[in-house]
C-alpha cells in the first residue's frame, strides 16, 4: 500500500460524458501527478500539482482539466468522454517536485 | 525531446538471473527510475540512479551509466511473482519522469 489514494476503482460510462477522479497524497506530499496508461501508449504523464498550483503539464487534452485542493487532495475532470479515454488513470504523489512518486491503485475507465 | 527503450518482453526460468536493458535519450537527465507493475495494478517503485554504477536492493539491483544513456535491471533468484511489467523512466530538466513501454517478463517453472 503505497499510501496514496484513488476513487473509484472502476468507472463505466457513455461517450459524451463528463466523470470525476478523485486521488488523495501520502500524508506530507505536496506533488500530485496524473498520468494515463492505455495498452498501446503505456504510461503518459498528464499534469503536476504542487501545493494546490500547476506545475507542469504533459499531453492532457483539452477536455481534460485538473485541480487541487487545499487539503491537497486532487481531482481529474475528464469530459466529452470518447472511446479512446478508455484506460487506467493513475494519480502518484511525492514529497517535493523531484523526489520519488509513489503510485495510487488507479481507476480503470471504460467508457462505452 | 525524451525517448526510452526496453525490450517489449521477457522470459526466464525460476530460480534464473535475468537483466532488462533500457536505453535513454533525455535532455537534463537526472536520474533513472524503475517500476514494478502486476497486470491491472499500480507501478510500485524499485529504484533510482543517480549516479554511474551498481546499486544492489536485495534480489533486485540496477545499474546506470549516464555517459552511454543506460540501465539495466537485475533480478536474482526469479520467483513466480516477479512476473510483471517493469518499467523504465528517465527524470529530466522538468524532474517529470518520461516512462518507457515497459517490459513484460515472464517467469516460468
Known amino acids: 500500500d503505497s499510501g496514496v489514494t484513488q476513487t473509484p476503482k472502476h468507472l463505466i460510462t457513455a461517450t459524451g460524458q463528463r466523470v470525476t477522479l478523485r486521488c488523495s497524497p501520502r500524508s506530507g506530499d505536496l506533488s500530485v501527478y496524473w498520468y494515463q496508461q492505455s495498452l498501446d501508449q503505456g504510461l503518459q504523464f498528464l499534469i503536476q500539482y504542487y501545493n494546490g498550483e500547476e506545475r507542469a503539464k504533459g499531453n492532457i487534452l483539452e477536455r481534460f482539466s485538473a485541480q487541487q485542493f487545499p487539503d491537497l487532495h486532487s481531482e481529474l475532470n475528464l469530459s466529452s468522454l470518447e472511446l479512446g479515454d478508455s484506460a487506467l488513470y493513475f494519480c502518484?504523489?511525492?514529497?517535493?517536485?523531484?523526489?520519488?512518486?509513489?503510485f495510487g491503485p488507479g481507476t480503470r475507465l471504460l467508457v462505452l | 525531446g525524451q525517448n526510452i527503450d526496453q525490450p517489449t518482453e521477457m522470459t526466464a526460468t525460476e530460480g534464473a538471473i535475468v537483466q532488462i536493458n533500457c536505453t535513454y535519450q533525455t535532455s537534463g537527465f537526472n536520474g533513472l527510475f524503475w517500476y514494478q507493475q502486476h497486470a491491472g495494478e499500480a507501478p510500485t517503485f524499485l529504484s533510482y540512479?543517480?549516479?554511474?554504477g551498481l546499486e544492489e536492493k536485495g534480489r533486485f539491483s540496477s545499474f546506470l551509466s549516464r555517459s552511454k544513456g543506460y540501465s539495466y535491471l537485475l533480478l536474482k533468484e526469479l520467483q513466480m511473482k516477479d512476473s510483471a511489467s517493469y518499467l523504465c523512466?528517465?527524470?529530466?530538466?522538468?524532474?517529470?519522469?518520461?516512462f518507457g513501454r515497459g517490459t513484460s517478463l515472464i517467469v516460468h517453472p
Open positions: 540512479n543517480v549516479l554511474d
Open positions: 523512466a528517465a527524470s529530466g530538466g522538468s524532474y517529470i519522469p518520461t
Open positions: 502518484a504523489s511525492s514529497l517535493g517536485g523531484q523526489e520519488t512518486q509513489y
